[in-house]
């Protein structure tokens, strides 16, 4: 399972101190966990906590908690009758102790004092829960969906049947219309040899060892025999299958209507893409489905590449739209003269393809991925009266049994392609489960040399959105969000790189680069009679550092800049843990009339506790409230306290991401200053909103 900040741990703490539980809750922050906490003031607010929707996923409570005891968590939590996993917060570990716990019914132990064993026991106990609701919802959508299958292959016009070893253990009442049966009780436990035409049953013969193992053809042609002694052409197709938990083969009868030949012919037009030749998207799933079930059943290894040009839409333009159809003929051709007589290919979008090399190991797959990667490179395509020189990404992953799932297989793919083109494309990467170590850092270090590069050769650009105020005089004021642009002008948004940056101490130069970029434009806007109020991001990392409050004041004054016109923003969650260092800044730059405002508000366990250790002056509300804000009161009613807390402290509050036109009014009537969000207007390269 992947822990982030687009998963949300929902967290029960029981413990007397909310500055105990505010530092479980930052550390795992920190850990790349994103929490929403809740915590019992007492005994009787527990089972409204334990009890509300979406429930808590994990517990954490104090040994010693005297507010809400241990014993009277695990009966509450026994008496929910949910699956909900309650960890045990130590102090120091003794036999007696944890016996106490485990017998209580706790899952396991922490210690308060080692951040790192906490997060740990987290991220195993949460993997845990996930993977058996998972399986719940698993079973339950087998259920549901053997319970529909059951019924459409009852009114299937298709026959279809179900054989075990041979024999007919169901069949639908098409399959018995067709050999002339009444009821299944007359074909019940009869061998499917015994609807064979004589002529037939040794070539039929054949096909069952086929079947015993495991190689037998999709589809077989053949002479059934009826009831009545007829004789028909028929064609079956054979599935692998279960039926009441047992093994066995769905077989799907179709007489023989047409000439064999044009049928196959046919059948051959249906799974192929009309552009290029190669399989069409369907037919290659079902191919790939196979090859992940092998994977899975038999620990066979396979390798999948998705197969994209680089720079598409430029292509485009410089043949022409009506090229289009000749463009991906031709990138068909050249990876179909590329690759082995035992890959398969297909078209599996737009312009992107896919290749399956079966049995095939890491080294293969891999070798496999530059061949095609360098027969581009190296080649030139006739398009009509153009050439063109054009590169591919490749994605890749290698199938095997810790990645034996279909969604799995693709998600990672596309992700691999995504990464391999958004580092300048011309290259592939291939994720494999049983070497992920190597492909993470050979990918991390293009994304860190791709950094330093955008630093040195000023390749990040901002890009600019409005805060469109609720109540009072209208102010210009603006978000700035840093963009990375690409060698051929596309922007990476910045969670594809700023975690390779922290863990490469990158984060500092390019806050400073952020914040110098943010006051020029200040400054320049200044000249031109524009008073532009801009927010932007910093983090932890300049937390770390004084440099940077020496930068501000160097910079405001190279520029003739107005502090008054800059807003800082760090996360809730840092500044909580950072919280000397972030007072010190918070003063620094205050005498240059900057201001600083918290990010990600409302989401700790006491958020406005932090006020009175920290001048904050803007609030910008964490996006998770806005989400279908309209339909939730208890979002609207904590946007309301939140407002109404900052009021009184006189602080102003932001809330983003807004979506729709009743946000908006709920918004207005909370009382919050100033909204921004896409419904609004989105983010863009130029600040030409017009503001009232």
């Known amino acids: 399972m992947q822990f982030g900040k687009d998963t949300a741990l929902r967290l029960l703490i029981v413990d007397d101190s909310v500055e105990a539980a505010e530092a479980i809750v930052s550390g795992l922050r920190n850990g790349g966990i994103a929490v929403r906490p809740s915590r019992p003031e007492s005994e009787a607010d527990l089972p409204a906590l334990v009890g509300q929707q979406p429930p808590p996923d994990l517990v954490l409570a104090a040994h010693d908690a005297r507010n809400v005891p241990l014993h009277k968590v695990m009966q509450c939590v026994d008496a929910s009758g949910k699956d909900l996993p309650v960890l045990v917060v130590l102090d120091a570990v003794d036999e007696e102790r944890l016996l106490e716990a485990l017998a209580l019914g706790a899952r396991d132990v922490v210690l308060r004092g080692r951040p790192e064993h906490i997060e740990s026991r987290i991220r195993a106990e949460w993997a845990d829960l996930e993977a058996r609701r998972a399986l719940r919802r698993l079973e339950a959508q087998v259920r549901e969906t053997e319970r529909r299958c059951d019924a459409l292959i009852e009114s299937s016009r298709e026959p279809i049947a179900y054989i075990h070893e041979g024999m007919h253990i169901r069949a639908n009442a098409a399959y018995l219309e067709i050999f002339g049966f009444r009821s299944f009780d007359e074909i019940e436990g009869m061998s499917l040899l015994d609807l064979i035409a004589p002529q037939k049953v040794e070539g039929f013969k054949h096909l069952l060892k086929q079947i015993a193992r495991g190689e037998a053809p999709p589809r077989h042609e053949t002479e059934a025999r009826a009831l009545d002694g007829g004789h028909f052409a028929a064609v079956m197709e054979f599935t692998p299958a279960s039926y009441e938990g047992e093994a066995c083969l769905q077989v799907i009868l179709r007489r023989q209507e047409i000439d064999p030949e044009l049928a196959r012919e046919v059948e051959a037009l249906r799974q192929r893409d009309q552009v290029t030749g190669l399989l069409n998207r369907a037919t290659f799933l079902r191919t790939l489905e196979d090859a992940v079930a092998d994977a899975a059943q038999n620990a066979a290894q396979h390798g999948l590449l998705l197969v994209e040009p680089d720079h598409y839409t430029r292509l485009l333009q410089d043949i022409g739209l009506d090229a289009a159809d000749a463009l991906i003929a031709a990138f068909a051709q050249r990876l179909r003269t590329v690759l082995g007589p035992d890959d398969i290919a297909a078209r599996f979008a737009e312009h992107q393809f896919a290749v399956l090399a079966r049995n095939s190991d890491h080294l293969h797959t891999t070798g496999l991925a530059e061949t095609l990667r360098a027969a581009f490179a190296d080649h030139v395509l006739e398009i009509d009266s153009h050439s063109l020189n054009a590169t591919v990404s490749i994605g890749g992953v290698q199938i095997s049994e810790k990645i034996a799932s279909l969604g799995a297989v693709l998600g990672k793919a596309s992700q691999c392609v995504q990464s391999a083109s958004g580092v300048g494309g011309n290259r592939s990467e291939l994720f494999d489960p049983g070497a992920a170590d190597r492909a993470e850092e050979e990918r991390v270090e293009a994304w860190v040399a791709r950094i330093r590069d955008a630093l040195d050769a ?166 998770s409230f806005a989400q279908d804000l309209p339909n939730n009161p208890e979002h609207q009613r904590q946007i309301r306290e939140i407002a109404d807390k900052a009021r009184e402290l006189g602080r102003m509050t932001i809330a983003e991401f807004v979506q729709d036109a009743a946000s908006m009014t709920i918004l207005f009537s909370a009382g919050i200053d100033y909204a921004q969000g896409n419904f609004l207007a989105p983010p863009g390269p130029a600040m030409d909103y017009e503001f009232p």
């Open 458 to 623: 000023d390749r990040f650009v901002m890009e600019y959105q409005p805060l469109i105020g609720l109540h009072g005089e209208p102010v210009e004021m603006y978000e700035a969000y840093l963009r990375l642009q690409g060698e051929h002008g596309e922007l990476v948004q910045p969670l594809t790189f700023l975690q390779i940056a922290e863990e490469h101490g990158l984060l500092w130069e390019i806050d400073r680069w952020v914040v110098g970029k943010a006051i020029a434009i200040i400054g320049e806007r200044q000249r031109a009679g524009r008073r532009t109020t801009l927010l932007v991001k910093i983090t932890q990392a300049s937390l770390q550092d004084d440099s940077l409050q020496r930068f501000i004041h160097e910079q405001l004054a190279r520029h003739g800049a107005d502090g008054r016109l800059l807003v800082l923003q760090l996360p809730e969650s840092k500044v909580f843990t950072h919280l000397r260092a972030a007072q010190e800044l918070q003063a620094r730059v205050a005498s240059a009339g900057v201001r600083v405002g918290l990010e990600q508000f409302g989401v700790g366990l006491n958020s406005f506790q932090l006020l009175s250790h920290f001048d904050a002056t803007f609030l910008k509300i964490d996006r």
